[in-house]
């Protein structure tokens, strides 16, 4: 009996029309993602953030530094720039919890919601789930080899 209550009740509220477009929109909370309320970023931070991306030929934007990462995810990160090479001389790290407004800007800024971000010669490359897998299967190594930024072998 309970089960043929919430089936028809299911049915019903399956066959009620939709509410217009405006009365959906007003009961919106301020908070919930939407178009309506995305965050532009500033000319400030977006110019902080390209002087950042341009410092070095490999870029980390991380929680903590490489020395003391604040989150697995960077730490991931850091020792897979390490295992794969990278010339200290060509890596810069940006500790996003330093600045509010790069910790949220850089999300924007490169449409990647999560850090930490990687970029290689002035090109978003991705967030620690796609350097894993970049390092995994090869295509990591072969970008920073083309890019020439791995540290050169003693003779």
């Known amino acids: 009996m309970l ?12 066959s009620r029309p939709l509410q217009p477009l405006a009365s959906r929109l007003s009961t919106l909370k301020p908070s919930s993602p939407t178009v309506f309320n995305l965050r532009l970023l500033s000319t400030e931070t977006k110019a902080t953030i390209d002087k950042a991306v341009n410092s070095a030929p490999v870029v980390l934007f991380m929680k903590g530094t490489p020395e003391t990462p604040q989150c697995g995810f960077s730490r991931a990160s850091i020792q897979i720039l390490q295992l794969q090479g990278v010339d200290p001389a060509k890596f810069g790290a940006i500790n996003v919890l330093e600045n ?11 449409e990647w919601p999560t850090i930490p971000q990687l970029y290689v010669d002035k090109e ?25 930024v791995l540290a050169q072998e003693s003779a």
């Open 124 to 148: 978003f490359v991705g967030g620690c789930d796609i350097l894993m897998s970049m390092h995994q299967n090869g295509e990591l190594a072969k970008l920073l080899e083309e890019k020439q």
């Open 3 to 14: 089960a043929k209550s919430a089936m028809s009740s299911v049915f019903r509220q399956g």
């Open 100 to 110: 509010e407004d790069i910790r949220q800007g850089i999300k924007e800024y490169s």
